[in-house]
């Protein structure tokens, strides 16, 4: 007898921790969760951490993904390495931003995946973060402006003061009246302008009007003359590269023309056939011409 109750209750054991995992183990996977999640680094840069330690958490939309695993630095900036469940898909516009965790103390960083469809390229990392500040951070910010209300209201008061004592002594209103009628005035004498100015502008549309008339007459003999323009400077471009040619010529002694102006030879020929010839015309001036014929 005592063996038969000590065998239900071994099944009535063995029945509730069956039935326990396998509760459990529905829960877990209807609920999407795994015992083991893979997770991946990544490096960012900031200007400032306000006191962030190893530890803080990193949340993504405000769900937490991970944490901040080791805080260094990297030139002027601080390195921050970050740790991340795989699950979490970053894309090219993606941010980062170190915040406050808690009201009173505690950072964190705060991820906005981005809505991009290029996903992050991990291997430029790091990439670059900001740092939005501490609710202490806000609190010296609001101080700060209230200094600055207070000055700000000590100088209106001031000026306050100074329009009342203008007001008091009625220089300020006669002032402005003053003003007014001078505009008022302003505005008499240059009452009649518009209808010169209407006259003007008249005139200016008849002129063009009649600019355009002679244009659109004179069109076709000032297209003619165009085109006789345009051909006459064609023919002094090809005048200019005939001259351009004909000069390089005589500069590198090419042609008559080059050889007389670098020969030094014919210019001593010339010159001797000039001063026989010039010989020659004072003999015949002197003595006449003598023809013996036969």
Known sequence: MKKNVFSTEIKVGLTVVVATFILVYGIIWGK?????????????????VGGMVPGDPVTVNGVKEGKVLSIDWQDRDVLVTIELNDRVKLFEDASFIIISAELLAG???????????????????????KYGGRIVDV?????????????LTFRLDTTTALINDLLKS????????????????????????PDSLKTTINRLNMAINQINQMIGENRKPLNASLQEIQAMGKNINQLTSQLNKTMKEIESQRGTLGKVVYDSTLYKNLNKTL??????????????????LF
């Open 32 to 48: 999407g969760y795994r015992l083991h999640i893979n997770k991946y680094q990544l490096q960012l840069l900031f200007d400032n």
């Open 107 to 129: 950072m964190k960083v705060e991820i906005d995946p981005g809505k991009s469809n290029k996903k992050l390229n991990l291997a430029k990392q790091p990439f670059r973060g």
């Open 139 to 151: 609190g010296l910010t609001i101080d700060k402006l209230a200094q600055d209300m207070s000055s």
């Open 170 to 193: 009625g220089h300020l209103q006669k002032s402005i009246t003053s003003t007014l009628n001078n505009l008022d005035q302003l505005s008499a004498d240059f009452a009649p302008v």
């Open 275 to 292: 001063l026989t010839v010039d010989s020659l015309a004072r003999r015949l001036r002197k003595k006449g011409l003598k023809l013996s």
